[in-house]
């Protein structure tokens, strides 16, 4: 079982994820498989802050014609911070235990 996820600390909002699943996927504009989310900016002590939290939609395949070749979705290739994580269950526990902020977006087998 391999999981894919997020570390929301690292995700900087750039959408790199978006673009390369469309383009990857030849997904149409009117649709999408990932999107980055922002939440509204909010104020913590003097700074300012606003949060980028990508999800995915029950048409994501994960890039299956990737991850048979034992490739990562492109998605996860594409990301320039490393937030997108495509692992085991080892990785992710290990990830968990770190006290990193994770989402799971979604799971495969």
Not at 9 to 37: F, T, Y
Not at 38 to 67: A, D, M, Q, R, S
């Amino acid at each position: 079982m391999r999981f894919f996820y997020v570390n929301l600390d690292r995700c900087v909002g750039c959408h790199a994820c978006e673009v390369a699943c469309r383009q990857e996927n030849s997904i149409p504009m009117d649709e999408w498989w990932i999107k980055v989310l922002e939440t509204k900016p909010e104020k913590i002590g003097e700074k300012t802050v606003f949060y980028f939290i990508p999800t995915v939609n029950e048409k994501c395949t994960l890039c299956k014609h990737l991850t048979e070749k034992n490739l990562n979705p492109a998605c996860v290739a594409s990301c320039p911070t490393k937030a997108l994580t495509y692992s085991n269950l080892t990785q992710l526990t290990k990830d968990i235990l770190e006290k990193k902020p994770i989402s799971i977006l979604k799971i495969s087998q």
